[in-house]
């Protein structure tokens, strides 16, 4: 694991404040460490099409000890902006926060990552207090299908992944594992049930989720079998 080249930390107390604040577009971070902030860093409006790569979000420069914000680690008002990667070298940690480790409160075509939330590469409980990503607007991307684009998101204090407001959220290929409450949970209030057709609305439109009946193992080979009752004619992944 890389060195951070700089720490960033208030050493002040100073209530509600900001360890970088980005009002500009098309910005670049990498290689930091936000610490003892309330909240590390605000991709604020107007930072479009910002990246941000091989940063620590409440951790040391080791990203093996806490070092908490008090807030959130990672704020997001803006669109298009990239949180890790793919690429080598790119993953960001978000662990140790009061309340979550990534909070995308406005903004939409965000794609987030490959990163570690709640957690380090070696697996470490290094759990956000709350939320590990908190969704509150349309068409982001949080994973994906491509090889190295899922995060992980583990040890948090509630949900792994709650979305609260917005649709079309992309949420594939993350692991989620060992937080307090469910993996990924929509409205923020624990099992939304199913509805017949799933006509209804709300976040994400309250997706309905796939009832699994039986799986089995063979030969390397798993078969799970289910039912996943939703609108006709779309399609699903």
């Known amino acids: 694991r890389r060195q951070r080249q700089m720490c960033i930390r208030d050493r002040t107390n100073t209530a509600f404040a900001t360890g970088l604040r980005i009002r500009a577009p098309g910005c670049s971070l990498r290689g930091l460490v936000f610490q003892f902030f309330y909240t590390g860093v605000y991709l604020d409006f107007g930072s479009d099409n910002s990246v ?9 420069a080791t990203g093996t000890a806490c070092g908490g914000n008090l807030g959130d680690g990672l704020d997001i008002c803006s669109n298009n902006n990239r949180i890790g990667g793919i690429a080598p070298g790119t993953a960001n940690i978000m662990a140790c926060n009061g309340y979550a480790g990534i909070g995308l ?11 570690y939330i709640g957690t380090n ?17 349309s068409n982001n991307t949080i994973g994906g299908a491509a090889a190295g684009a899922g995060n992980t998101i583990a040890f948090n204090g509630g949900p792994g992944i709650a979305i609260f407001f917005g649709v079309g959220n992309s949420i594939r290929g993350n692991s989620i594992h060992s937080n307090s409450g ?9 099992v939304t049930a199913n509805d017949p057709g799933d006509g209804d609305g709300g976040p994400n439109r309250r997706q309905n989720f796939p009832e699994l ?8 080979n798993t078969i799970i079998l289910g039912t996943f009752n939703s609108l006709p004619t779309h399609s699903y992944s």
Do not use: H, K, R
Request: proline share 2%.
């Open 105 to 115: 409160y406005c903004g939409t075509n965000n794609v987030i990552q490959n990163n």
């Open 213 to 220: 009946t039986a799986a089995s193992s063979s030969s390397g």
């Open 121 to 137: 590469p070696d697996g470490a409980n290094l759990g956000n207090e709350f939320i590990g990503i908190e969704v509150d607007d």
């Open 182 to 190: 469910l993996g990924i949970d929509i409205d923020g209030n624990g």
């Open 52 to 60: 941000i790569e091989n940063c620590y979000f409440g951790t040391d």
